[in-house]
């Protein structure tokens, strides 16, 4: 069974920074894709970013791109979210998943999430 726990979040002024991290359980980390994901109170939840198993390969939402690097640390079996610039609209619980595959398919595992909140 894969557990991913979420922690990093917080409370931060707009345009600060905040660094999540995603903590991987299991032997296996490094043979799947990763992905950060968001809601906002009254969304549904949203596509923030993904990486590969390798690190290789990622890719971002529009509305992050150029704030937010995902990035992961296949030795600690752990995945990263930097995010600058941050903005009020950046207020959300973010989740980390786990893909089925190397570099895409369902995301088919899921932290508990951290929350993180962004005061104008």
């Known amino acids: 069974q894969v557990q991913l726990v979420e922690s990093g979040g917080g409370l931060v002024q707009a345009g600060g920074s905040l660094r999540l991290s995603c903590a991987a359980s299991?032997?296996?980390?490094?043979?799947?894709?990763m992905g950060w994901f968001r809601q906002a109170p009254g969304k549904e939840r949203e596509f923030v970013a993904r990486?590969?198993?390798?690190?290789?390969?990622?890719s971002s939402a529009d509305s992050v791109k150029g704030r937010f690097t995902i990035s992961r640390d296949n030795a600690k079996n752990t995945m990263y979210l930097q995010m600058n610039s941050l903005k009020p609209e950046d207020t959300a619980v973010y989740y980390c998943?786990?893909?089925?595959?190397?570099?895409?398919?369902?995301?088919?595992?899921w932290g508990q999430g951290t929350q993180v909140t962004v005061s104008s």
């Open positions: 998943a786990r893909a089925s595959a190397a570099y895409a398919g369902t995301w088919d595992y």
């Open positions: 299991g032997r296996t980390f490094s043979s799947y894709a």
């Open positions: 990486i590969s198993s390798s690190g290789a390969s990622t």
